[in-house]
């Protein structure tokens, strides 16, 4: 489920631009999108679970499971091959790590690097005290705004990256946002990619469901960034799942060797439902998701050193009574907060968490699960957010009325992350003198000059009168964040994409499409 330039000016308009005051209207009011909020430098501490025994013994844990039971890598002989050139001990498809060799390998990984946008204004970093928040990713199915569940199409596919694109608090327009089923398996990696070129200038992710497909990713960014910057610089991140537990699968490998090669991000990533992929405890999972970080994360660097690579980890628990995944829990925050700590001494950028339920509809199980989830990721520090937005059913939907009340949860984590402003204006000590005791701050002049700042505005809550909600029509926030979520759609305007660029895409994907049949397995 987790899975499943050669012209940098282009697209520099940034939303807003050109439309004044109207435009500076309509954003207080919530009919459209505000200004564009930078990626999230966090001013507040991680919060962490292990001490330094407890790191060091799950630490000697994976070392154990890496020499003594091994990772498989099936069905790619050049996977094992490498890893018999670089000391591991190969038996069949299963590979056994001499202690230290993979940390050895990962010392050429960068701790920080930048995922570079079209618009150099957008690109973000990935690592440190950065968090970057993309939307959901992998959804078979959507929720519309008539209420129906059905089979996600191109059209839902495009709408979804113009969200993100319109988000003020979303930095990527993510990757697969969901699946869309109109187009042949074997060719809609194609539409997916023109999309997020075309109906968004964040940075996008490839696709990484074949080779070949993924080389198609590669060959359409740099008909967007040229050979040169791509082979240099990282302009794509790119999803790869262990297939838990301690299993590579060709077709991961075979999508990490292409990305790696061509020094683009791979997000290496345990999916782990806890019971049912790992073990039912929180250190055994641990354990297991850092073995198959360090082997997945390794072998990128076996392909090309110095190719960028996360620490990343998909954790849920299960309902032990149904088998079926559940969100929001406390184990698998644990097991987030604990792989942040891993991956900090490990030195690569981390990815866990985002906005995950498992309600049908965006409801009040769909709010707390992902309240818990969300919040939960900010404060293990997460450097890259996958699903924060638009998660619904466990993944299998991508739901838009939820997807908006999700980006308004991820602006007022932007505030938080801000931390406590202690300069002049943020003590505040002038507005003290001048109210003095018994009086209110309403109309002192601190209060005046900062009330537009000084609180995050939702423009979707409801904190009105009971009396005046009730005149309003009793509107519920899934009514409020349809109606936001279409005049956000009517409002789109593309970003400015080079003529030219546009045209050499369209011809590569005619090509590729007529170069092989439809097929739709």
């Known amino acids: 489920m987790d899975e499943t330039p050669a012209d940098q000016g282009a697209g520099r308009r940034t939303r807003g631009e050109g439309r004044g005051a109207a435009a500076r209207r309509a954003s207080r009011s919530g009919a459209g999108a505000g200004p564009s909020m930078p990626y999230i430098t966090r001013k507040i501490n991680t919060y962490e679970v292990l001490d330094e025994e407890g790191l060091s013994l799950i630490e000697a844990n994976a070392d154990t499971v890496l020499e003594e039971i091994g990772i498989e890598f099936r069905d790619d002989a050049e996977a ?39 618009n150099p204004e957008r690109s973000v970093q990935i690592g440190g005290k950065a968090t970057v928040f993309a939307p959901v990713y992998g959804s078979p199915f959507v929720r519309d705004l008539d209420g129906n569940r059905r089979y996600a199409t191109l059209e839902d596919f495009r709408n979804f990256v113009k969200l993100a694109y319109m988000a003020p608090s979303i930095h990527s327009s993510g990757g697969t946002v969901c699946e869309p089923v109109d187009i042949p398996v074997n060719k809609r990696h194609l539409d997916m990619v023109y999309s997020h070129i075309k109906y968004s200038d964040k940075p996008f992710m490839g696709s990484v469901t074949a080779p070949e497909r993924a080389e198609d990713s590669v060959a359409m960014a740099k008909l967007v960034f040229g050979d040169d910057f791509v082979e240099n610089n990282c302009v794509m991140l790119n999803l790869i799942n262990a297939n838990s537990p301690m299993v590579f699968d060709e077709t991961m490998l075979g999508a990490a060797k292409v990305y790696a090669r061509h020094n683009q991000a791979s997000v290496v990533s345990p999916f782990i439902l806890s019971g049912a992929m790992s073990p039912v405890t929180v250190a055994g999972t641990l ?42 829990t406390p184990e698998p925050a644990l097991v987030s907060y604990g792989a942040a700590q891993l991956a900090r001494r490990m030195g690569l950028p981390f990815r866990t968490g985002g906005s995950l339920c498992a309600s049908k509809v965006p409801d009040a199980q769909a709010a707390h699960e992902s309240a818990n989830t969300l919040n939960m990721t900010l404060l293990a520090g997460a450097n890259f957010v996958l699903h924060a937005a638009g998660w619904l059913e466990g993944g299998l939907a991508a739901c838009y009325e939820k997807f908006m009340i999700d980006q308004d949860q991820l602006g007022m984590m932007q505030k ?18 001048e109210v003095g005791p018994g009086a209110h701050y309403l109309g002192c002049a601190h209060t005046q000059a900062n009330f537009q700042t000084a609180f995050y505005r939702s423009p979707l809550a409801d904190n009105n009168s009971f009396e005046q909600w009730e005149v309003e029509g009793r509107k519920r926030i899934e009514d409020r964040a349809n109606a936001l979520c279409r005049s956000w759609l009517d409002a789109y305007e593309a970003p400015a994409l080079d003529p030219a660029i546009d045209e050499a895409l369209l011809a590569f994907i005619a090509g590729r499409k007529d170069s092989m049949p439809d097929a739709f397995t």
């Open 80 to 118: 094992l091959e490498l890893w018999k050139e670089a000391g591991a001990d190969v038996r069949g498809q299963r590979v056994h790590f001499p202690k230290g060799l993979c940390r050895e390998l990962l010392k050429t990984a960068p701790s920080e690097f930048t995922w570079h946008a079209r």
């Open 287 to 328: 354990t297991q998701i850092l073995a198959e970080v360090l082997a997945g994360a390794s072998f990128t660097q076996l392909i090309r050193k110095g190719a960028p690579v996360l620490f990343g980890t998909f954790a849920a628990s299960i309902s032990m009574q149904s088998g079926a995944p559940t969100f929001g």
């Open 416 to 433: 938080l992350a801000q931390g406590v402003d202690l300069s002049a204006d943020g003590q505040a000590m002038d507005a003290i003198r």
